[in-house]
């Protein structure tokens, strides 16, 4: 498995989360955003720089993911098409999108859309929380244990 996350908007709290997971687990780690990143040092940690522009990340997400692979994003439409093509979609909150629950999310993200473009006001997310940030670290550590236990299947990178 690898992570890859939708950095433009990734809390700093949760990237050094991944920073510190992919170090401990020995996990490649990409980030992909539209403006430069500092990131650690680390054989396992690298970015993707992409042009500005809507979608630009996230298409280039789509683009590299492998089935298996787990995508940090609070972008719902990516999620789907992350979940869509075979990987796992995590955000910064721990909630963990899956076939069962993508649909429900993306109905209501267009229902608040449309609403706003309406003119009512919906308001946005609640403020990031350690609550927030905790949820995020059990989830990414229950999905890395799940990735490790995995069996090696013949004829993949990990076969021997």
Request: glycine fraction near 8%; charged fraction near 20%.
């Amino acid at each position: 498995m690898q992570i890859w996350v939708d950095a433009d908007a990734c809390p700093k709290v949760i990237k050094d989360i991944l920073y510190r997971a992919s170090a401990r687990t020995r996990t490649q780690l990409t980030l992909v955003a539209n403006q430069p990143l500092q990131i650690p040092p680390s054989k396992y940690i690298r970015t993707i720089h992409v042009a500005a522009g809507f979608d630009v990340a996230d298409n280039e997400i789509v683009r590299l993911l492998q089935p298996g692979d787990l995508v940090v994003t609070a972008d719902i439409p990516l999620a789907a098409e992350v979940v869509e093509k075979g990987g796992q979609a995590l955000n910064p909150r721990g909630e963990l999108y899956t076939e069962d629950n993508i649909r429900e999310r993306l109905v209501v993200r267009d229902l608040l859309d449309q609403l706003r473009g309406s003119g009512i006001e919906t308001g946005g997310p609640a403020a990031f929380s350690k609550g927030d940030r905790q949820a995020f670290a059990n989830q990414l550590d229950r999905l890395l244990a799940q990735s490790a236990t995995l069996p090696v299947l013949p004829g993949s990178a990990g076969a021997a």
